[in-house]
């Protein structure tokens, strides 16, 4: 696939520069700091920082720092939500706190976290692109941290959300940052305040369709890719888009079944299957993708006004994201 | 005291603006966030930073925003240090994580972060300006995450540090964000490289008198005080500067006595006690004071070419760090 190799030739220059930012001493906080980094990732929110700066003319070397700082605040969170969430295990790997240590996992997300603005300063561009740089990132993270919070508060509490609750958390929790990627690329290449917040509508948008499609895997994905059991989600209890369209829409014995399987740990494989047919017997999925195809097409129209091989691939890359097969 | 006086009416401005920044959703991220903070602390790093934007002839509101942000910035760390060390107190409140639990104050730490970068792009200087006071604040905080990281490192190994690994790294975990207060500060008011780097001089060498006369107190303190038994410090194994000289000057049974109660948490009180009379039998305290005062010199010597109110109050400050009586 074209979209895939492009995808993987930006990885390889992305990570040779990440490379480059992330050492020093002790070389231990800059292994535990690099650990996820160099065990893998796509760098799906660099790719969309330098699409987003070539759709608008800019050129592409001048994205290179924000599209790195985007990453290491990407894997900043990542490491952070490990230890929150006591995962033991990410992209095959051991998580950073596993590996490390709970302090040097702290530690190396701070660290990502700090340097993410360093990179920015250290860019060749104008002094005002750069504090419009700072300022959006900041806000992001500002976003995700709120979004976080939502998301802890939502798997606390008895009720089951709507979905206009969950749409706000995804939003600041996953969308943000790809918000912020679109603008941030937009802002290497203009100054114009139209086209960044085009660029940052579709980075918005495109982020809420990949977390419903990726909670859709969630439950429905197929355990060879996703290396979880099917209803991994609805196991523990996660409080996604098709969990809770599935509560709703079940009704007598069937929201028993799904009911029964929610949350806990100790059901048998047998039921927890079981569960699944009962939300794909509801047409969970084909409603789950309707809700992120509407994303997807919100993120569609705000790049009309543009052509060319950047917007291709941009356009190819939200068709990925919300046609990813479960 | 005068200085008092003017150190406290500074921290209830700066406590002003920062509750004004400290607000959003959901409430519980930012009372865990202001937990520290309204709880107490003498703004010592904005009041740096507002008086080394004065002694320049800089207006003391512009250097408001940085001012905040080196306090967020700080309580971030302070956050995000009680976690790794699992204190359960500090200035005789929960810290964030008893009271909030530790997810949240892994966030709330994380969102100071990301505001402290935030409001210095609301402010209102030059986006020249701007770029190089978040150019030194992420300097700063790498320095931090570094000292940190030796810290942990130099708690863990067997062998007592040198002093001239004491000093690389209390200069990166305590100096670097007095020096980063400072330099910004002076950013506020000009951008002389001259002016800036005597600034940062004179916060680095107050940062490591500092840490000096901190763990001086943390030695033989008054309980009354430091609201912690005498030799506290040494009970739990600090490699600080007065222990480690102690350990390196004592001699025969004084040595024994020394290393029986270091690391030792089950140490009788009597015990401890005696090993804090040995300590100051060998004249630690005079000579971990002269230390600091070699800094404190240094600090001096940075501003001497300046004059006027903003300049006495920072002398009288550093005569302050230094002199505080254990």
Redesign the interface.
């Known amino acids: 696939m074209k979209k895939t190799k492009q995808i993987e030739k930006n990885a390889k220059t992305v990570n040779k520069y990440l490379k480059s930012k992330l050492k020093?001493?002790?070389k231990?906080?800059y292994d535990a700091a690099g650990h996820l980094i160099v065990n893998g990732g796509k760098r799906l929110r660099p790719y969309m920082v330098i699409r987003s700066c070539q759709i608008l003319g800019g050129n592409s070397s001048n994205a290179m720092p924000a599209a790195s700082a985007v990453e290491m605040v990407h894997n900043?969170t990542l490491v952070?939500d490990d230890?929150?969430?006591n995962d033991e295990m990410r992209h095959g790997v051991p998580t950073v706190h596993k590996k490390f240590g709970?302090?040097?996992a702290?530690?190396a997300?701070?660290?990502l976290?700090?340097?993410?603005?360093?990179v920015?300063?250290?860019s060749k561009l104008?002094?005002?692109a750069?504090?419009q740089l700072?300022?959006r990132?900041?806000?992001g993270?500002?976003d995700v941290?709120?979004g976080?919070?939502?998301d802890?508060?939502m798997a606390e509490e008895g009720r089951i959300p709507t979905q206009s609750d969950y749409i706000t958390m995804v939003s600041k929790k996953t969308a943000a940052l790809f918000d912020v990627s679109c603008a941030m690329g937009a802002i290497c290449a203009t100054d114009k305040d139209n086209d960044i917040s085009n660029l940052s509508s579709f980075g918005r948008n495109l982020g809420i369709a990949f977390q419903i499609t990726d909670d859709l895997i969630g439950v429905m994905g197929d355990p060879k890719i996703t290396k979880k059991p099917v209803g991994n989600d609805l196991r523990e209890g996660k409080k996604s888009l098709p969990i809770l369209m599935a509560i709703k829409s079940a009704k007598g014995n069937d929201k028993k079944i799904i009911l029964k399987a929610f949350g806990n740990s100790k059901i048998s494989k047998n039921e927890l299957n079981k569960a699944v047919e009962v939300i794909r017997s509801l047409n969970i999925e084909e409603n789950v993708r309707k809700q992120a195809l509407k994303y997807a097409d919100k993120a569609e129209k705000s790049l009309s006004k543009y052509s060319g091989p950047a917007k291709e691939e941009l356009i190819s890359l939200l068709d990925f994201v919300v046609k990813r097969s479960v």
């Open positions: 020093g001493n002790p231990k906080l900043f952070h230890i929150m969430d709970m302090p040097i702290i530690l997300g701070d660290v976290f700090s340097k993410a603005f360093q920015i300063t250290d104008s002094p005002i750069v504090t700072v300022s990132l900041a806000k993270c500002v941290c709120e976080q919070l939502l802890v508060k």
